[in-house]
């Protein structure tokens, strides 16, 4: 996540976050510390795992006081080990106390699904088969948790309901069937769109390739009813299997040999890493 990136796009969230914990003051440490001193506190590992969002950490304190100054000792995508040390963060305590936790909420969070998502890749390893993420985020935390996903090694799927076309059951059902909602994405989208929809059964698979489209969820499927869809399709659009894909039960799709596999649960269940800032002490 470059500086730009960040500023356009993330700066209000953190903000917004840093205002949801401190609504008028740090009472706890404006009661110890009354003047500014400076100091500096180490981010340590507490368990192995892939890192996510140290630019995010970087940028709570930033905001709070551009002076912090931060030495990294790892990078995002890295492998990190329980008690590795990661940063030193340097500058007015009171800024290192006030913006600790909201710093830690988003490192911790992001290196979670960082991790969890590596951890699916690497069973991915070997075949053509891609990870993607979907929309199942946390409210606000979107750019941070699908960039944690991409640090993971996985892919994103869509950003929004502005990136892309994804014909679901409840837009086939307004539409009519398969082949009307394809139709009318043709007829709307710029050409430049591809048109992903989602199937069901076999005969919406049919259907759906009869009817010109790009790419093929398959949803919820039996591993033999995707064994059969993949070859109804026939390389005639990709392919993308969906529907309670977890770490468990992924093993059990590679060989299918669809084109990607989304995973709601990259973002929705992913334990956080632990992570914490320790041995602050004063420097002058």
Not at 39 to 47: F, P, W
Not at 120 to 145: A, H, Q, W, Y
């Amino acid at each position: 996540m470059n500086d730009i990136t960040m500023q356009l796009n993330a700066d209000h969230l953190i903000r917004q976050a840093l205002s949801e914990d401190i609504t008028s003051e740090d009472i706890t440490t404006n009661a110890i510390m009354r003047e500014a001193k400076k100091g500096e506190v180490e981010l340590i590992c507490k368990q192995d795992g892939i890192v996510a969002g140290l630019p995010v950490f970087e940028r709570v304190f930033k905001l709070l006081d551009e002076t912090v100054s931060i030495e990294f000792f790892c990078h995002d995508g890295e492998t990190v080990k329980n008690g590795q040390r990661m940063a030193v963060v340097t500058g007015d305590i009171r800024v290192l106390l006030s913006g600790e936790r909201t710093a830690l909420n988003y490192l911790q969070r992001m290196s979670g699904i960082a991790t969890y998502t590596n951890s699916i890749v690497t069973l991915l390893k070997g075949s053509k088969t891609k990870l993607l993420d979907t929309r199942k985020t946390t409210p606000n935390m979107r750019i941070f948790e699908k960039y944690a996903v991409k640090a993971g090694g996985g892919y994103n799927h869509r950003y929004n309901l502005s990136d892309g076309i994804l014909l679901k059951d409840n837009h086939i059902g307004a539409a009519g069937s398969v082949t009307a909602a394809i139709s009318m994405a043709k007829e709307y989208a710029p050409f430049v769109r591809k048109i992903e929809i989602e199937t069901e059964t076999l005969d919406m698979v049919r259907e759906a390739v009869e009817a010109g489209a790009d790419i093929i969820m398959l949803d919820n499927m039996t591993p033999e009813m995707m064994k059969e869809a993949i070859s109804i399709i026939d390389g005639r659009a990709e392919t993308e299997c969906s529907g309670n894909v977890t770490a468990e039960n992924v093993a059990n799709l590679i060989e299918i040999g669809v084109d990607y596999i989304s995973s709601g649960a990259l973002t929705h269940s992913a334990p956080i890493m632990d992570i914490s800032l320790k041995n602050l002490h004063v420097t002058e």
